[in-house]
């Protein structure tokens, strides 16, 4: 089966500049799912997904981002305007459901901001 | 909350020398506990996964790590490494009840020496 998909794989851009990356999950999969991986550090959940309905966005720094999923299926995540600490590899994942907690990550998006 | 602990960040060895890579959690209530590898320039995958039953899991390429309750510890362990063990490991850990949100930990980097 495929894979998660994402793009574009790279981006430079300059601060204040936006951005946005998109993310489709594998068939199937009801539970999608956005990290913020920085150099040096874990990745760490931005937003999760159950169908289109958001579960937790806790963590997503919402004046400048912004993610949505429609019709359940593919996602995009918006950074707008983006600041220089947004210098990050951008991860999708999806999961089956809730059930185990296995999640499948796409190869992600890495972001320079300048 | 739930909280992981890697408190290694970098861990060289020689070839065909054994490793094990620490990993301590943190939770008020059960869990399941997982290891992922992130290879040079690719996604996080899932390397094994501990969810009940036998303490001692094991992947299908010799890696293996053992849940410690009473130590809260997850630690993954390899009787003799290859090159192509090279990559980042990241133990994480999710409730297992209820709403699933998965918690990375900082990840350790494992150099095999040739």
């Known amino acids: 089966e495929a894979g998660v998909a994402q793009s574009p794989r790279y981006k430079i851009i300059e601060k204040r500049q936006s951005v946005a990356f998109w993310c489709n999950p594998i068939?199937?999969?009801?539970?999608l799912y956005w990290y913020q991986q920085i150099l040096g550090q874990g990745p760490k959940l931005l937003i999760q997904?159950?169908?289109?309905?958001?579960?937790?966005d806790s963590q997503l720094p919402k004046d400048r981002f912004s993610a949505e999923r429609l019709k359940g299926v593919d996602s995009t995540l918006k950074i707008q305007p983006a600041k220089l600490e947004d210098s990050a590899v951008y991860l999708c994942?999806?999961?089956?459901?809730?059930?185990?907690?296995?999640?499948?990550f796409g190869e992600g998006s890495r972001l320079t901001v300048l | 909350a739930q909280s992981v602990t890697q408190l290694d960040s970098q861990v060289p060895v020689f070839e065909e020398a054994p490793v094990e890579l620490r990993c301590n959690y943190s939770s008020s209530v059960s869990v399941y506990l997982f290891w992922y590898v992130q290879y040079p320039n690719q996604g996080l995958q899932l390397l094994l996964k501990y969810l009940s039953g036998s303490t001692l899991v094991e992947s299908i390429n010799g890696f293996e790590a053992e849940f410690n309750k009473s130590q809260t510890s997850f630690h993954l362990r390899k009787p003799s490494v290859h090159i192509s063990d090279t990559a980042e490991y990241f133990c994480?850990?999710?409730?297992?009840?209820?709403?699933?949100?998965?918690?990375f930990g900082t990840g350790t980097k494992l150099q095999v020496i040739p």
């Open positions: 997904f159950q169908n289109n309905g958001v579960v937790d």
């Open positions: 994480a850990v999710t409730p297992a009840r209820g709403y699933q949100k998965v918690t």
């Open positions: 068939s199937g999969h009801a539970t």
């Open positions: 994942a999806s999961s089956h459901g809730q059930s185990t907690g296995e999640l499948f």
